[in-house]
């Protein structure tokens, strides 16, 4: 009698069965038989599958047994639906909030200055207290062409000041103020938004100071060239509608290319500004750069006065800026709103939870239907199947006690030297002092 496969269970691992060569030819050599007593292998038992279903599908074979789950299909095709609707708009408003939608509009920028201790020079100085003045620098944006807070109208919500302009440059007299004549306003270093700017300094010499300007566009925005201008028809925007632009003038011209979408021709316009025939798209984004600059900062001077009224030289200038326009955070409540629907999930757990129920129900309902219509069969297969689980989660898969009844289960050609074996280890055992 063979012996039955030893398995060896780990507290953390899976089982690991043992397995020994069973199959040895008649009349090998001392070769042959000195590898049947090799290193025994080491198997991992498979591990068994658990059956699993779509969470919200019913299974074909209930809906067939259910007409009406046909209307809870339609709906679940219609909550996919919507979902990818819903998840295509949030990406849409994530991309607005990011990038918002702008309009032009003006903004009046005051300049003026402020002084003290002017007209008491004399006993000022005799005093200790030395003259001053305070530059400031502050902005509204007009609606309708009007100043809302010199009106005394309630002013709609924009933006502060500081928020329209990337970098703000202010140069005094170098002569006067030799160690710090430039005073400089980034907003990559300030992320703190302003309604104004003030610049103070000790002083009582009248004299001009000059305020450049860069203004802050989002996307970054361009002045383009004389000749692309004249064919496109943009002085000033953004690179992407620049480039859309011009894949709109060469379909408007039906410029491209039949033969490779990727070129396109070059008309007489064309070619005057890019000076060829026949240009790939992506060689002509990249050659629309030569065309395209920076705008130049805006440029304001004024006169720091130190008599007078106070405050003094007052000045507005109008500068044309891109205003967001005020539905940015009502979009950004709609994406943050998105994110919490506590009341959905609750439902689509009650969902999961009712079909895990229909897939029991249908498990049992086939159950007592097949004992039903042949009770024996059914036992019998039952107790066969049960059987062979439990040999898949003993491990003892290569035992047949069905096999070893059988007298062709001896006859096999490695039981010969299965027994030989046999009686050789016995022998051994047997030749040890004190072996019984």
């Not at 200055?113 to 006993?123: I, W």
């Not at 060689?283 to 805006?298: E, F, G, T």
Request: glycine share 4%; hydrophobic share 35%.
């Amino acid at each position: 009698m063979p012996t039955p496969t030893p398995t060896w269970q780990h507290p953390h691992l899976p089982s690991v069965q043992l397995r020994n060569p069973l199959h040895v030819p008649s009349g090998s050599s001392s070769a042959s038989q000195s590898s049947a007593f090799k290193t025994m292998e080491l198997t991992v038992a498979p591990p068994r599958k658990k059956r699993s279903f779509p969470e919200k599908l019913i299974p074909e074979k209930v809906a067939k047994l259910v007409p009406e789950s046909a209307i809870y299909a339609k709906l679940l095709e219609l909550e996919a639906h919507v979902d990818s609707v819903l998840v295509r708009k949030k990406i849409e408003v994530q991309e607005a909030v990011r990038n918002p939608t702008c309009v032009r509009k003006t903004l009046r920028i005051y300049v003026y200055n402020t002084f003290s201790n002017e007209a008491k020079m004399e006993s000022a100085k005799n005093k200790g207290d030395e003259p001053s003045w305070v530059l400031r620098i502050t902005g509204r944006v007009l609606e309708d062409g009007k100043d809302a807070v010199a009106d005394g109208i309630s002013p709609k919500e924009n933006p502060k000041f500081s928020a329209f302009f990337k970098k703000i440059t202010i140069y005094l007299d170098q002569g006067f103020y030799p160690d710090n004549h430039v005073v400089v306003w980034d907003c990559a270093r300030s992320s703190v938004q302003r309604d104004g700017f003030e610049v103070k300094r000790k002083g009582d010499k009248e004299f001009t100071t000059v305020v450049r300007m860069m203004l802050n566009y989002s996307p970054d925005k361009f002045v383009v060239s004389a000749q692309l201008s004249k064919v496109l028809g943009i002085e000033f925007d953004s690179r992407a509608r620049i480039i859309a632009a011009l894949w709109h003038y060469v379909k408007a011209k039906k410029l491209q290319s039949p033969n490779d979408p990727s070129f396109f021709m070059c008309d007489a316009s064309l070619q005057r500004v890019f000076g060829e025939e026949k240009m790939k798209f992506s060689v002509a984004s990249q050659k629309i750069s030569q065309h395209l600059s920076p705008p130049q900062p805006v440029h304001l001077e004024h006169k720091i006065k130190l008599s007078g009224n106070c405050p003094s030289g007052t000045t507005c200038y109008d500068v044309q800026v891109d205003v967001p326009l005020p539905l940015e955070k009502e979009m950004s409540a709609f994406v943050a709103s998105t994110l919490r629907h506590k009341e959905i999930d609750a439902f689509d757990e009650l969902i999961c939870d009712s079909i895990k129920k229909i897939h029991e129900h249908h498990r049992r309902r086939a159950f007592f239907l097949g004992f039903s219509q042949s009770p024996a069969e059914f036992i019998n297969a039952l107790i066969a199947s049960q059987s062979k689980d439990l040999k898949l989660v003993a491990g003892d898969v290569s035992h047949s006690a069905e096999n070893e009844r059988r007298s062709a289960f001896y006859n096999q050609p490695w039981v010969e030297d299965a027994v030989v074996r046999y009686l050789t280890r016995k022998n051994a055992r047997s030749d040890v002092p004190g072996s019984i």
